[in-house]
């Protein structure tokens, strides 16, 4: 490497650096993060089915249950989402991985949507899906 080389890559690491910094320095926290709930109350916000525990013990720790229990994820997208959690911080264990998606799926996925808004259906009139 020549010398201006080396004195480009300094200057664009330092530019990168104090862009970082300022970056960070105004981001607004998206998620009103929790002081920890009682697990009883964060169990009783998930609705009773297979894998409830599991999810309740890695999901409730950093934001309320509603920000889950009020989502209509496609199966899918909770996995994504879980992955997404566990980047975070999350802590989910490979043998509760798919017992945690599979609870999120069925319990608030897209078609509890569907069931909970009649209209949602109507407006699509006879166009097929
Ligand atoms: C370590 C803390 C932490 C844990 C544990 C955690 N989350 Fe989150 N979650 C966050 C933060 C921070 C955000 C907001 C920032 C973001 O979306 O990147 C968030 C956002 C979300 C959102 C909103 C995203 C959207 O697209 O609207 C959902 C849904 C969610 N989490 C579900 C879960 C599920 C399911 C679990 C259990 C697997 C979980 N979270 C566990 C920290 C956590």
Redesign the pocket.
């Known amino acids: 490497m020549t010398r201006s080389q080396t004195a480009l890559s300094c200057s664009i690491a330092l530019a990168l650096g104090s862009l970082a910094a300022s970056l960070s320095a105004q981001e607004a926290p998206?998620?009103q993060?929790l002081p920890p709930l009682p697990p009883e109350q964060v169990l009783a916000a998930f609705a009773p089915d297979k894998g409830r525990e599991q999810?309740a013990a890695?999901?409730?720790?950093?934001?309320a249950p509603a920000?889950?229990t009020g989502?209509h994820?496609s199966a899918d997208k909770?996995a994504e989402?879980?992955d997404?959690?566990?980047d975070?911080?999350?802590?989910?264990s490979d043998a509760d991985y798919d017992t945690?998606v599979d609870y999120?799926a069925r319990n608030y996925g897209p078609e509890k949507l569907a069931a909970t808004s009649p209209a949602a259906g109507a407006a699509s009139g006879s166009a097929p899906r």
């Open positions: 998206l998620v993060l999810t890695s999901c409730g720790l950093c934001h920000m889950i989502k994820f909770w989402t879980v997404h959690m566990v975070k911080g999350a802590k989910v945690i999120l």
